[in-house]
């Protein structure tokens, strides 16, 4: 079966780092599209950034140049790596896996296609 579980969420101080992580099995993720996104309490949940199989990526405005998703092929994980964090970014972190696509695209954040979800992982960015 196809799974995802995301790890590597916690509590940090503003300005701080955290890396999260997303093990796929049951499918090989080195063709598909594979997103993080995030959701606040009260709020929507928001498309973060986007990972393609040639790893051209995509990022919200709200976290470009501090976060980077990369991907390792050979351990099957894509990561998000998380700087400069704000209070803004707390949320439950989502990664998700769009089987019909190689290639993220402009919409990526609100797309149907993402079927496959991890179980979340919570970040809290407090002082």
């Known amino acids: 079966q196809v799974q995802l579980v995301e790890s590597g969420g916690g509590l940090v101080q503003p300005g701080g780092s955290l890396r999260l992580s997303c093990a796929a099995s049951?499918?090989?993720?080195?063709?598909?599209?594979i997103g993080w996104f995030r959701q606040a309490p009260g709020k929507e949940r928001e498309g973060v950034s986007c990972?393609?199989?040639?790893?051209?990526?995509i990022y919200a405005d709200s976290v470009k140049g501090r976060f980077t998703i990369s991907r390792d092929n050979a351990k099957s994980t894509v990561y998000l790596q998380m700087n400069s964090l704000k209070p803004e970014d707390t949320a439950v972190y989502y990664c998700?896996?769009?089987?019909?696509?190689?290639?993220?695209?402009?919409?990526?954040?609100?797309?149907?296609?993402?079927?496959?979800w991890g179980q979340g992982t919570q970040v809290n960015v407090s002082s």
């Open positions: 990972i393609s199989n040639d790893r051209s990526t």
């Open positions: 998700a896996a769009d089987l019909s696509r190689s290639r993220c695209y402009a919409g990526y954040d609100n797309s149907p296609s993402f079927k496959n």
């Open positions: 049951g499918f090989t993720p080195d063709y598909y599209a």
